[in-house]
């Protein structure tokens, strides 16, 4: 069955740092890859898709992947305290985009 | 409106009744989600209608319902709550199957007691 992998579970940065999280897919027919954000109380919001291997930057936000090892991470930096919340790393199968497996999450803290 | 709406926030059931949950969104997407989660752990994909056929996922084939009765509304129903369905359930849209976004409400927190 189809698992995504995430780490670290938690994560706590300083304002103004860098963060970095990972995650990993078991499933070649899994390519597609989505980082959602949910802060307290809300649902989960998208935050950036990479479905090419190499970087994607939006903004403070760069996401790596590589197909190959069907590794992506998310890097954030200048972190700001508005960024602590819980991060989801998300795959869809070739077949069928709109359907998101999704890992198990790393709560990230950012400390004024 | 990029709005998914759920409703109620907060339910408590009792065991072995039935349970009901609504969600809807104006931005006339063809698809609509459901998704459990659980403390700690990965929201689970239980079914989702592509316009008016619905897919349930087939660990949960048995245990969850759904109806479309039209684009901008889905409910999530529950024959008879155990209290593993103490969860959170996540009403979700998007348009179409080209890996554009998906939409999350806010969810309800079912408490079966």
């Known amino acids: 069955q189809q698992k995504v992998q995430q780490s670290p579970e938690s994560l706590s940065v300083p304002e103004g740092g860098m963060a970095s999280l990972n995650c990993t897919s078991s499933?070649?027919?899994?390519?597609y890859f989505w980082w959602y954000r949910q802060h307290s109380g809300e649902g989960p919001k998208a935050l950036m898709?990479?479905?090419?291997?190499g970087d994607k930057k939006e903004g403070r936000f760069t996401a790596h992947l590589n197909k190959a090892s069907l590794h992506v991470s998310l890097h954030i930096r200048d972190s700001q305290p508005s960024d602590s919340a819980l991060y989801f790393c998300?795959?869809?199968?070739?077949?069928?985009?709109?359907?998101?497996?999704f890992g198990q999450g790393t709560k990230l803290s950012i400390k004024p | 409106d990029t709005t998914v709406k759920q409703n109620p926030r907060y339910k408590l059931a009792r065991v072995g009744k039935p349970v009901n949950l609504i969600c809807s969104q104006t931005?006339?997407?063809?698809?609509m989600y459901w998704y459990q989660k659980k403390p700690n752990q990965a929201p689970k994909l239980l079914l989702f209608?592509?316009?008016?056929?619905?897919?349930r996922e087939a660990d949960t084939f048995e245990k969850f319902q759904s109806s479309r009765p039209n684009n901008s509304f889905c409910s999530l129903y529950i024959g008879s709550a155990g209290l593993e369905y103490s969860a959170m359930y996540l009403c979700?849209?998007?348009?179409?199957?080209?890996?554009?976004?998906?939409?999350f409400g806010k969810g309800t927190r079912l408490t079966v007691v």
């Open positions: 931005m006339n997407h063809d698809t």
């Open positions: 499933d070649r027919n899994f390519q």
């Open positions: 898709s990479i479905f090419s291997d």
């Open positions: 998300a795959v869809s199968p070739n077949y069928n985009q709109g359907k998101l497996i």
């Open positions: 979700a849209s998007s348009r179409g199957r080209s890996g554009t976004e998906v939409f």
């Open positions: 209608y592509y316009d008016k056929i619905l897919n």
